[in-house]
């Protein structure tokens, strides 16, 4: 019984993978799913899979219900309680939309998202990885501590010893063991090398950025950071956002914040390489700085600088460096002209991406994650 619950419990979970698939397009573009997130899970409406229900057969077979009166007669006749018509909504003629909501893993979304992109497995840059020690019990040895004693193995020896002494009585088997006899488990450390990775969002909060670039920024970090998280053991994610000055903050701060200000795209960059320098070395961390903006900046000067910083400090550190340029009705996009032309289209380290609406969130991921850096 258990084991046909388990095969249907599975089968369900194929079915609704298989949906999710099919409809990935819509999930991703739904900003309302990051707030069905909670710790290592999703919840996602299934509007598509119908709860099962019961059907009846047909009439006049027999069986409970089947007595004297017509269809629709009251039950308990005339004058008895239930006999008033209630208060309710008119009756209809079309079914009604049956909403299933299923608990889905970020790693099984992460899969998902991965075999619909075909996006490739990230392979670590150099070796950039951080010790993991856990300890395993593997053997015996014959010193330790109590808590640690191996009771059969402590008998087994105290057995052995009195029969080669020629001390065990079959008739009486009393076995004693000595401190001799004693057995304890043993354990070696087992050192892993894990890839670790850090993930640093900057975005323009600038006055042009409003309300519906931000919700795109905030839908696609989602979807990075969860197949980002698929692929290393441990990842950290930091956010910095900037109008003329930058600044870190948490994770609400940077999706909610808007300044009236202009646009120093260096000053996050700026941020960025410091935060790199003192936290997170290249030797130990895999980096992956992201910028989300409308493509404004202030002055040429700036762009040359943010090129340089890019060039000299930036992406000499990191797996990849992001950029995103979200559409905004009052944003030039000029500064993913400047970056097309001069690192080019075929950069190893610089990946851009347009995204001129909610529709081209799948797209832009797979863009930035599609090289498996």
Not at 26 to 38: A, L
Not at 134 to 161: C, M, V, W
Not at 267 to 296: R, V
Not at 351 to 366: Q, T, V
């Amino acid at each position: 019984m258990i084991d046909n619950i388990r095969r249907d419990h599975a089968r369900f979970r194929q079915i609704v993978k298989g949906r999710i698939k099919q409809n990935l397009k819509k999930y991703v573009t739904n900003g309302e799913m990051i707030g069905r997130k909670g710790k290592d899970t999703v919840t996602i409406p299934l509007p598509q899979i119908e709860i099962p229900r019961f059907r009846y057969g047909d009439k006049d077979q027999g069986g409970v219900g089947q007595g004297e009166g017509n269809s629709g007669d009251p039950v308990g006749g005339q004058g008895q309680p239930g006999d008033q018509p209630g208060e309710g909504q008119q009756a209809g003629n079309s079914p009604g939309e049956h909403s299933l909501e299923v608990d889905l893993t970020l790693q099984e979304l992460a899969e998902i998202l991965g075999e619909q992109l075909e996006l490739p497995k990230i392979e670590p840059r150099g070796h950039k990885t951080l010790k993991s020690k856990t300890d395993r019990y593997t053997g015996i040895a014959s010193q330790g501590p109590n808590s640690l004693r191996h009771f059969k193995r402590t008998f087994k020896e105290a057995l052995k010893r009195q029969i080669a002494s020629g001390t065990y009585n079959h008739e009486r088997p009393v076995i004693i063991p000595n401190k001799k006899d004693l057995r304890f488990r043993s354990w070696k450390s087992d050192i892993r090398h894990e890839n670790n990775a850090v993930v640093i969002y900057m975005m323009d909060v600038s006055g042009s950025m409003g309300d519906e670039q931000k919700e795109i920024v905030r839908t696609e970090a989602f979807w990075i950071d969860t197949w980002l998280r698929s692929q290393y053991k441990g990842i950290e994610t930091r956010y910095i956002i900037h109008d003329a000055s930058a600044r870190e903050v948490d994770e609400e701060t940077f999706f909610r914040t808007r300044e009236s200000g202009g646009t120093l795209i260096s000053s996050a960059y700026k941020l960025c390489q410091k935060m790199i320098e003192t936290e997170y070395p290249a030797s130990d961390w895999n980096i992956y700085p992201f910028h989300f903006s409308d493509g404004d900046n202030w002055s040429g000067e700036d762009t040359r600088l943010c090129m340089e910083i890019l060039e000299q400090e930036l992406l000499p550190q990191s797996n990849v460096f992001c950029y995103g340029q979200v559409e905004s009705r009052y944003g030039s996009g000029q500064f993913y002209k400047d970056l097309k032309e001069h690192f080019g289209t075929d950069h190893d380290a610089v990946i851009l991406s347009k995204i001129e609406n909610k529709e081209g969130i799948l797209a832009s991921i797979k863009d930035f994650l599609g090289k498996g850096k």
